[in-house]
């Protein structure tokens, strides 16, 4: 029982660098988001999509880009990484019905130094 | 504006006490969900209880239920007897059914239990 899978694990950026957060599911959910956690602000949405070929922004968009060109896959794109971009990344899945609650992967630290 | 806000940052209780986590919310869309997941210092996201905008009833899980006051837009978990294990941060969520079901979260409340 795979569920939503993260890679990697930890990474370490130089600024300016650019890299992909994978994040896979085996679930055949149809909704895929992914967040940032820091330390006092909780989980902040940033990008979402509710099918493949379909995405859309959340709270904190900047400096990030997503695609979901199948619906088990839907990585996160950072172009050029900042300090700022520091923090653990979650990827979440969950079914199409309303009352279905959001399954997470085990998160991916990033620092950007 | 759509927010979810948890006023407590950190809470102590005694183990096999009750305690309470508020949550508020704020919304004018009619259907949305309410969530609550536990984090613990391993850091996973660990769901606990869900409430639907149009349940009738307050949802209860085990040891969890949740305080639903949709007049007050307020959706408060309740931890029964608690144990050294709650110790965790505890995050309220809220989807937006209309919004294209995207969930956000509130900024989280530490519980440390007590023994």
């Known amino acids: 029982n795979a569920g939503v899978t993260q890679t990697p694990k930890f990474q370490v950026l130089k600024t300016g660098q650019s890299m992909t957060l994978q994040c896979a599911q085996d679930?055949?959910?149809?909704?895929m988001s992914w967040y940032r956690q820091d330390p006092g602000m909780g989980l902040r949405l940033i990008h979402y999509s509710v099918g493949a070929g379909i995405t859309d922004q959340g709270e904190v968009p900047n400096g990030y880009n997503v695609s979901r060109s199948t619906t088990e896959d839907f990585p996160l794109r950072l172009l050029s990484a900042a300090p700022s971009q520091t923090s653990v990344y979650f990827c979440?899945?969950?079914?199409?019905?309303?009352?279905?609650?959001?399954?997470f992967g085990q998160g991916t630290r990033l620092t950007v130094v | 504006a759509q927010k979810i806000t948890q006023t407590q940052p950190g809470m102590f209780v005694q183990e096999k006490e009750a305690v309470t986590l508020d949550c508020t919310y704020d919304t004018s869309d009619p259907s949305y969900g309410l969530f609550w997941y536990k984090q613990p210092s391993s850091g996973e996201m660990i769901f606990l209880i869900y409430q639907g905008s149009y349940d009738q009833q307050n949802a209860t899980e085990g040891r969890y239920s949740l305080n639903f006051q949709k007049a007050r837009k307020s959706a408060n978990l309740v931890i029964s007897a608690s144990q050294l294990g709650d110790s965790a941060m505890y995050f309220c969520?809220?989807?937006?059914?209309?919004?294209?079901?995207?969930?956000?979260f509130g900024q989280g409340t530490e519980l440390s239990v007590k023994p």
């Open positions: 969520a809220m989807r937006y059914n209309n919004q294209g079901g995207k969930l956000i």
């Open positions: 679930m055949n959910h149809e909704y």
């Open positions: 979440a899945s969950r079914p199409g019905t309303a009352n279905t609650e959001a399954f």
